[in-house]
């Protein structure tokens, strides 16, 4: 008996390892799923700072525009890439939380590192495929009231309709959905009610959902002005065009393009992994340039201090036979 008692804690051991090890690889699996998305978002944020902002920048310098018709198409293209991406990305993400909060037993096979891979190769296809009949209808235009080619929401009434129903209005209620029900999922945990049979929430996962979920709420807050007014544009151009203030597009143009500053910012004030790392970049450029500081001061000490060849003795010896 003592010794089938020890072989049953063996095992129970032995299980409590394995049980642990495949905890740590579902979560493993889990982070890099999710990272995958996150990943791909900060593309799309940066795909407008590495070419459209700088010409932007440019043309406020110059008072317009003059880098000519290709530039103003690639630099619009870009933007509406960057646009149309953030939201398909931001939806990706919060399908992906869904499923891993509420369908979690599903969740290893449907977002195996294949399968992520291939969804976010989708969701950028889905990009470029949404604005590509943009070089057809010759909605990219620049607009002097904001330095920049962008999408005219008065160049065709229906595809305005279009951008603003497919890639703003049916994405927001798709993520609206699914957030909605992992809150709900999330009130049943904090007043045990939830089921048995499902997973606890680990405070890791509430904390990445709340994340995302800002990042969601701004994305909708920063461009609901610009596309209400596009879809009141395209409704009626002739009536609305003129009832619009400057002021008030402009506003809603670069509050819109500001977002994309901002899910930086959310990552380092909500997560603690982005404030580690952020603080780490910082103290290495600080000490990176202290230390060219210091090199080169040394180096500016050193040639001061460091004797003229004619004070050596060699030299002097030199110096005094000639």
């Known amino acids: 008996m003592p010794r089938q008692g020890k072989r049953g804690d063996s095992v129970a051991a032995f299980s409590g390892v394995a049980g642990a090890r495949g905890a740590r690889a579902q979560a493993s699996l889990t982070t890099i799923a999710g990272n995958i998305f996150v990943v791909s978002l900060?593309?799309?944020?940066?795909?407008?700072?590495?070419?459209?902002y700088p010409l932007v920048l440019t043309s406020i310098f110059h008072n317009g525009w003059n880098l000519g018709y290709m530039h103003c198409q690639i630099s619009g293209f870009l933007m509406g890439v960057s646009v149309i991406g953030s939201i398909f990305n931001i939806?990706?993400?919060?399908?992906?939380?869904?499923?891993?909060?509420?369908?979690?037993?599903?969740?290893?096979?449907?977002?195996?590192?294949?399968?992520?891979?291939?969804?976010?190769?989708?969701?950028?296809?889905?990009?470029?495929?949404?604005?590509?009949?943009?070089?057809?209808?010759?909605?990219?235009?620049?607009?002097?009231?904001?330095?920049?080619?962008?999408?005219e929401?008065?160049?065709?009434?229906?595809?305005?309709?279009?951008?603003?129903?497919?890639?703003?209005?049916?994405?927001?209620?798709?993520?609206?959905?699914?957030?909605?029900?992992?809150?709900?999922?999330?009130?049943?945990?904090?007043?045990?009610?939830?089921?048995?049979?499902?997973?606890?929430?680990?405070?890791?996962?509430?904390?990445?959902?709340?994340?995302?979920?800002?990042?969601?709420?701004?994305?909708?807050?920063?461009?609901?002005?610009?596309?209400?007014?596009?879809?009141?544009?395209?409704?009626?151009?002739?009536?609305?065009?003129?009832?619009?203030?400057?002021?008030?597009?402009?506003?809603?143009?670069?509050?819109?393009y500001f977002n994309s500053c901002l899910n930086a910012i959310v990552y380092g004030v909500l997560n603690q992994n982005f404030r580690r790392e952020y603080k780490r970049i910082v103290v290495s450029v600080c000490t990176a340039r202290i230390f060219f500081q210091d090199s080169s001061n040394d180096a500016a000490e050193r040639l001061k201090s460091k004797p003229s060849p004619l004070m050596t003795n060699n030299n002097q010896v030199k110096v005094d036979s000639v």
């Open 42 to 52: 900060a593309v799309a944020d940066l795909v407008v700072a590495i070419y459209p």
């Open 91 to 151: 939806t990706g993400i919060a399908i992906n939380r869904y499923c891993y909060i509420c369908h979690s037993l599903k969740y290893d096979k449907l977002y195996s590192d294949k399968n992520s891979v291939c969804y976010v190769l989708l969701i950028w296809a889905l990009t470029v495929v949404a604005i590509v009949p943009n070089l057809f209808v010759g909605s990219l235009q620049y607009d002097p009231r904001v330095y920049s080619c962008t999408f």
């Open 153 to 256: 929401q008065s160049a065709s009434s229906a595809y305005t309709i279009a951008v603003v129903f497919f890639h703003f209005i049916l994405p927001i209620m798709i993520v609206s959905y699914c957030y909605l029900r992992i809150w709900i999922l999330v009130i049943q945990v904090r007043r045990r009610v939830k089921p048995d049979n499902r997973p606890k929430l680990t405070p890791h996962d509430v904390r990445n959902f709340i994340t995302m979920f800002v990042v969601f709420v701004l994305f909708a807050v920063c461009w609901a002005p610009l596309n209400f007014i596009g879809l009141a544009v395209a409704i009626d151009p002739v009536t609305v065009v003129p009832l619009i203030p400057e002021w008030l597009f402009v506003a809603s143009y670069f509050m819109a």
